[in-house]
């Protein structure tokens, strides 16, 4: 392969609308969760508000206004905090891997003992009236709310315990996936890297017989609205 048919580097796209429900402590925004192998950036559009995240270095809090760019790796939980209408682009590594269940919300542990106790309080009816769809995606957010604040109560008291665990139990969460994931990397992020190394290598050669295979795309996006963990998303097809 030279050349890669996909988006740069294989970085999935979506335009999000912040939630603006309220949450327990007071605060409007999404669901707290993490990716195990991927890298997530936003670039601020429009709004205000701040991105909360927690490490096992601890707790931060990030200002998010217009033109700010903000990524943070994989084992970040990252909770959107929505001040003034915020709306960002959000850049995904891997992408499809985000939409084949590389992320884990932060619900209490009860929840997180196998995978069916997860799927039963993480999917939404996606088939549902619109009504529905929002209610359970405003429980599933509230939930992981209570357990993002568990964590950060725990680490911020010098406790790494809680959040270590939370790391164990994503981790066997999304184990039975590792090789469906493991094939959409192969196809996605690793082929574009590959196509990458070639193309320096035939120029190194003297070989620019790639670029003559230069085409253009554009898309618009695959849906619109759609209840996702932070917000509302206009999601582009994966590629």
Known sequence: MVTH???????????????????????????????????????????????????????RQTPLSPGALVWFTPGTIHRLINDDNLRLVVLMQNSGLPEAGDAVL???????????????????????????????ARARRDLAVEGFLALREATGAGDPEPLAAFHRAAAALV???????RERWERGAAAASAATG??????????????????????????????????????????
Do not use: N
């Open 106 to 136: 932060t619900l209490p542990p009860r929840h997180l003992t196998d995978s069916d106790t997860y799927r039963a309080a993480s999917v939404l009816p996606l088939d549902a009236p619109e009504a529905t769809r929002e209610k359970a």
């Open 175 to 181: 184990r039975p996936k590792i090789p469906e994931w």
């Open 5 to 59: 048919a996909g988006p740069p580097g294989s970085v999935a796209v979506s335009h999000l609308r912040v939630y603006d429900w309220p949450a327990a402590d007071g605060l409007r925004g999404g669901t707290p969760h993490l990716h195990l192998t991927c890298t997530e950036g936003y670039v601020v559009t429009g709004g205000g508000g701040a991105v909360q995240t927690l490490t096992a270095a601890g707790f």
């Open 198 to 239: 070639e193309q320096l290598d035939r120029l190194a050669e003297g070989d620019a017989s790639h670029l003559a295979q230069a085409e253009v795309r554009a898309e618009q996006p695959a849906s619109y609205g759609r209840f996702g963990m932070c917000g509302r998303l206009d999601v582009y097809p994966a590629v």
